[in-house]
């Protein structure tokens, strides 16, 4: 006999990412990211962020802890700010990543890939 259709048994929920800015200087100035449930778009407080370079180098991870509102703040800087930019000689622009630690007690996962984020060098085109 074959089941149709498929079943929830309390799966893990997955989270993602939300930003206003996909592109952002590395002026110093404050970014927010927003972590929220997948499905429902709602906010998820109390998840841990580390913010990694990818094609942009930085001079180390910055880990912070979303508050009520599933929100962190972050500056983007040229070799400082919360995120420090290693820029390559001729490079103008490039991508950080962002990893998501659920709140241990939550049914929350992040095992999909979240969105990046591009920052442009200061005084670039």
């Known amino acids: 006999m ?3 259709g498929t079943f929830d048994f309390g799966a893990d929920q997955e989270v993602d990412i939300e930003f206003n800015n ?3 200087q590395d002026d110093g100035s404050s970014k927010t990211i927003t972590v929220v449930d997948d499905k429902t778009g709602d906010p998820i407080p109390e998840a841990d ?3 990694r ?4 180098s930085i001079a ?3 880990t912070a802890t979303t ?3 599933g929100k962190i703040s972050f500056t983007v800087g040229d070799g400082s700010g919360d995120v420090a930019a290693g820029w ?3 490079q103008e622009t490039g991508k950080i990543r962002f990893e998501v630690v659920p709140p241990a007690d939550s049914p929350y996962t992040d095992d ?3 969105d990046k984020m591009t920052v442009i060098r200061s005084g670039s085109p």
Request: proline share 4%; aromatic share 4%.
């Open 49 to 51: 962020v580390i913010v």
């Open 53 to 56: 370079g990818d094609t942009l």
């Open 22 to 24: 996909a592109v952002v």
């Open 2 to 4: 074959q089941i149709l």
């Open 67 to 69: 508050n009520s509102d």
């Open 112 to 114: 999909q890939a979240n």
């Open 60 to 62: 180390e991870p910055y």
């Open 88 to 90: 390559r000689t001729t």
